[in-house]
């Protein structure tokens, strides 16, 4: 019964910040890597940041120094701190997981959150 929960999206305007969580709960044996990803109206879904233990965080070029990554291991929670938000930002952002559950904890398995949805505009 894994379950990714995003939190905190919403409307902002440009050049404003947003933090989006996400939560990961259920019968998770171990969580390898965290990441965001975005789709917005007419495009391809996008990986925009992804941090895996022990690993550096890595982003898309077009939210490098504005956005951060960050995790939570022991709470399995990852945040991504979005700052000077302009329009292009606007989108769906879906957390994903990578993780083991109790039922095989050497099986790593991707599992995706509903979206929340960032709207930047003035």
């Known amino acids: 019964q894994v379950q990714l929960m995003e939190s905190g999206g919403g409307l902002v305007q440009p050049g404003g910040s947003l933090r989006l969580s996400c939560l990961a709960s259920?019968?998770?044996?171990?969580?390898?890597?965290m990441g965001w990803y975005r789709q917005a109206p007419g495009k391809q879904r996008e990986l925009v940041a992804h941090?895996?233990?022990?690993?550096?965080?890595m982003y898309v070029d077009s939210v490098k120094g504005r956005f951060t990554i960050s995790r939570e291991n022991a709470k399995n929670t990852v945040y991504l701190q979005m700052n000077s938000l302009n329009r292009d930002d606007t989108a769906v952002y879906y957390c994903?997981?990578?993780?083991?559950?109790?039922?095989?904890?050497?099986?790593?398995?991707?599992?995706w959150g509903q979206g929340t949805q960032v709207t930047v505009s003035s």
């Open positions: 994903n997981a990578e993780l083991s559950t109790d039922n095989d904890p050497m099986l790593l398995v991707n599992y």
């Open positions: 259920g019968n998770i044996w171990s969580i390898n890597a």
């Open positions: 941090i895996e233990s022990g690993g550096a965080p």
